[in-house]
């Protein structure tokens, strides 16, 4: 993957990127992909599941996992000084 090649443009500078660029390729590898000698994915092989996945599945249950985001509060004038 060219995200370890540091002189690349996909080189992670942040370990929490390249963490959650690494997941999602194990995803798509996982269930995404259908591999010659298994004639299935590996999630499928191994009974995880029992359809093939599009990334638009893995982002919705990406999304699925995020929190709601805060209300924010209100904000303090500035005083001119």
Not at 48 to 59: G, H, P, R, V, Y
Not at 65 to 71: L, S
Request: charged share 30%.
């Amino acid at each position: 993957m060219r995200r370890f090649t540091r002189l690349t443009n996909a080189f992670s500078k942040k370990l929490d990127n390249h963490i959650q660029a690494l997941a999602l390729y194990f995803a798509s590898y996982n269930f995404c992909r259908i591999h010659k000698t298994l004639k299935v994915t590996p999630a499928m092989a191994a009974g995880i599941t029992d359809k093939l996945w599009s990334l638009e599945d893995i982002a919705e249950r990406i999304d699925a996992r995020q929190p709601e985001p805060a209300k924010r509060g209100l904000y303090k004038k500035r005083v001119a000084e």
